[in-house]
């Protein structure tokens, strides 16, 4: 609380202990003449008054003002000091969140490129695998492809194989036929004419040709001139030694097929030999 007395000691540039002591020192000297005035003065007994030590310094308030400015200086110098001591902290300290936030940040694009190296290096690999398993594929398939044109080309050869055995086996059946129709039907030709009876008209070069129909048994069923010698005598003795022949009991032993496909209905020359001419 400021009072004029503090106010007068702060603008003198005393402190209260020096005032207060001149005070006391004042009233004491006013009271001693005060007392020495009095009529009664000479019957009283002089007491030596307590002496008072007062320690009287002269302090220079230029000098003060100039401490305190100093002082004020040096704190303000402490005060700024400190700021810049905060500043550097915070300045620090900022710097550290940017260090750490680029470290952050570096470890994030770290993390990134390792990433998609790894993406690079799986896609990569699987590039590699679907090559390899199409390259696999693409193997199989011309396994397959070479298995099968190698399975073709056998069974082409077998069949051209089974298709020569068997051309030459119906070649080999065909000349068999061919040989049993010869062999047959030089037999019936024969034995029609070891039945014939010549007639006194036969001449040298006459021919009849007669259709048999048979049986598989070697039975005539009938017989007919187709085309006739021209003389009716040597036709219907050629009929008559075919009828005298049958049956032909060779043909039993033929081929039920060769017999339907050429004595079931056979178309006989009837062309004897040595006739007159």
């Not at 007062?54 to 004020?72: G, H, K, M």
């Not at 402490?78 to 969140?97: I, S």
């Not at 699987?126 to 080309?153: F, G, H, N, V, Y």
């Not at 040709?209 to 050629?238: H, N």
Request: charged share 30%.
């Amino acid at each position: 609380m400021n009072t004029p007395l503090s106010n007068l000691v702060i603008y003198n540039g005393y402190p209260l202990s020096i005032v207060a002591a001149l005070g006391i020192h004042i009233v004491i000297f006013i009271a001693l003449l005060y007392l020495q005035s009095a009529p009664e003065a000479q019957s009283l007994e002089l007491i030596q008054p307590t002496v008072i030590k007062a320690l009287f310094i002269d302090e220079n308030p230029q000098l003060r003002n100039q401490q305190l400015r100093e002082q004020r200086l040096v704190e303000q110098q402490q005060r700024q000091e400190r700021q810049r001591e905060a500043e550097q902290r915070q300045e620090q300290e900022v710097r550290r969140q940017r260090e750490a936030e680029q470290q952050r940040l570096e470890q994030q694009q770290a993390a990134l490129r390792e990433r998609e190296e790894l993406e690079r290096q799986r896609a990569f690999a699987e590039r590699e695998e679907r090559k390899r398993r199409e390259a696999d594929i693409e193997r199989r398939r011309q396994q397959e492809i070479a298995t099968e044109q190698e399975l073709s080309r056998q069974q082409e050869a077998a069949r051209r194989r089974q298709q020569e055995a068997t051309e030459a086996s119906a070649a080999e059946a065909a000349r068999t036929e061919f040989e049993l129709v010869q062999s047959a039907t030089a037999l019936i030709q024969r034995a029609v004419q070891e039945m014939w009876s010549r007639p006194p008209s036969a001449r040298n070069g006459m021919r009849a040709i007669l259709r048999i129909r048979m049986l598989p048994t070697g039975e005539v069923l009938d017989a007919a001139i187709t085309e006739s010698s021209g003389d009716s005598a040597f036709d219907r003795s050629a009929e008559n030694a075919l009828y005298r022949a049958a049956p032909f009991r060779e043909l039993q032993s033929l081929p039920i097929n060769v017999f339907n496909a050429n004595f079931r209905s056979l178309s006989l020359i009837f062309e004897p030999e040595d006739l007159l001419n």
